[in-house]
């Protein structure tokens, strides 16, 4: 069980400790929320057609996989969905957010400064070398009677949302011409 983002970045949000807009105090932007059509789940536009807040016709289907609204529509009528008869489409559990290089410096770099002895205490954040994408795994320390430390309670959310940081860090060291980083998560 669990919420993922995915996109310059990914991996999992801390269960119950993360929400799914762990950077929005910190520069980050919500660019809008993702839409399917019903039967096929195709993505329906880039995301930006229902951002200004006009809805498309009700005669929109997915092109991809059907010739006519017609053809569409008795797909779905085939298999019930629910809902309007004429709406072909409905919102997905995925919202598209992003962060400059500029932001991040403004707002999270001073984040990550502050934090930075208490959570290196604690934990090692790796970083997968092979991916196209910034994934990490955390590694806990061992302490001197040789048990792995853990993070207390009061501080799991400083963890978490360092951890995100420091994701976006580090695709922005290794990708020094982006000005932007760019993830979808589920809500």
Not at 38 to 65: H, M, R, S
Not at 74 to 87: L, Q, S, T
Not at 133 to 160: Q, S
Request: net charge negative; glycine share 6%; with cysteine.
């Amino acid at each position: 069980m669990g919420r993922y983002y995915y996109g310059n970045i990914s991996g999992k949000f801390w269960f119950a400790i993360q929400s799914s807009a762990p950077l929005k105090d910190y520069g980050a932007n919500e660019v809008g929320q993702f839409y399917h059509f019903k039967q096929c789940g195709c993505q329906v536009g880039d995301g930006d057609l229902f951002n200004d807040g006009n809805l498309p016709n009700d005669n929109l289907y997915c092109e991809v996989c059907y010739n006519s609204f017609e053809e569409h529509k008795n797909a779905c009528d085939e298999y019930e969905f629910e809902g309007d008869d004429d709406v072909l489409w409905e919102s997905d559990n995925m919202y598209e957010w992003e962060i400059t290089r500029d932001a991040f410096n403004e707002y999270c770099v001073p984040y990550i400064n502050e934090h930075k002895d208490l959570v290196n205490s604690v934990i090692e954040i790796e970083f997968e070398d092979d991916s196209d994408v910034c994934n990490y795994e955390i590694k806990f320390k061992i302490d001197a009677n040789g048990n792995e430390l853990k993070i207390k309670k009061e501080y799991e959310e400083i963890f978490a949302d360092y951890c995100f940081m420091k994701q976006v860090e580090k695709y922005f060291d290794d990708n020094i011409t982006s000005d932007v980083c760019s993830w979808s998560a589920e809500y």
